[in-house]
């Protein structure tokens, strides 16, 4: 590191837990951030900051005005603008030293894959289970680890599904394939929760990078931001999962 990187991410550095070769591994890593709305705008500032060395952004969607109350990578003057590329925009201004790439468009299950297997990790920000399930599948065939995260209302939630470790659980655990989507459109959903959730998932994916402390894997979070209370879940492995208890394969 240069002497402008040691001062940049110098509090980071002074942590035992991150030190110079935490930073280091925090530079060489590659994130690959699906979604860039309420919870990718959070992650994607928090990792640019903290110096993750390149961003993927995968986002197909538009910025809207609704947006603005709750997707902070985005400003009024973008409205109409891809979201990964106003989102990319933020992050240079934030930190010009990230690598980005800006991917705008759906991907499907072989594009996604290419990508994950590029990935250290792999931090899903969508809204549906449709995605959800196909992100979580690419991440098993990987063997990437995946920090998820979700909000609507006043409730969040926020998990890691770690396949490099055989006991872990994956989303698909958690989730049947049938399960209802609920939106932010339909529900609303309060603009800080979001801030929150994807304030973990950053968290999470730091300390998967760096390798210090104990992650969510086998664990899921809940918020409750009404009573502003939080809940832990055991999660444990689904032995009969048609996804993560089957032989991957890429």
């Not at 240079?92 to 590029?118: M, R, S, Y």
């Not at 289970?129 to 690419?138: L, P, W």
């Not at 999470?204 to 402390?213: D, N």
């Amino acid at each position: 590191m240069n002497d402008e990187q040691l001062l940049r991410y110098s509090r980071q550095i002074m942590l035992p837990d991150v030190d110079i070769d935490g930073q280091e591994k925090l530079l060489a890593a590659r994130v690959l951030i699906i979604g860039l709305g309420g919870l990718g705008s959070p992650v994607a500032m928090y990792l640019a900051a903290a110096g993750v060395g390149h961003l993927t952004l995968v986002d197909f969607d538009a910025v809207d005005l609704s947006n603005l109350q709750r997707q902070i990578a985005h400003t009024s003057a973008r409205i109409g603008d891809n979201k990964a590329a106003s989102a990319a925009h933020s992050l240079h201004e934030l930190n010009p030293e990230v690598t980005i790439t800006c991917i705008e468009k759906l991907l499907d299950a072989d594009q996604l894959l290419e990508q994950v297997k590029l990935a250290t990790v792999v931090v899903d920000c969508t809204d549906n289970f449709q995605t959800r399930f196909a992100i979580n599948a690419a991440c098993i065939a990987a063997k990437v680890p995946l920090v998820s995260g979700a909000a609507i209302r006043l409730e969040g939630q926020v998990a890691v599904f770690d396949s490099r470790d055989t006991n872990s659980p994956c989303y698909r655990c958690l989730y049947e394939e049938d399960s209802d989507d609920l939106t932010c459109a339909a529900n609303g959903v309060l603009a800080p929760l979001v801030g929150i959730i994807g304030s973990m998932q950053a968290l999470e994916t730091i300390k998967l990078i760096c390798g210090f402390g104990t992650n969510l894997a086998g664990r899921l979070l809940l918020l409750d931001a009404r009573h502003s209370q939080w809940r832990e879940l055991k999660l444990p492995k689904d032995h009969n999962c048609p996804v993560c208890s089957q032989p991957a394969s890429i």
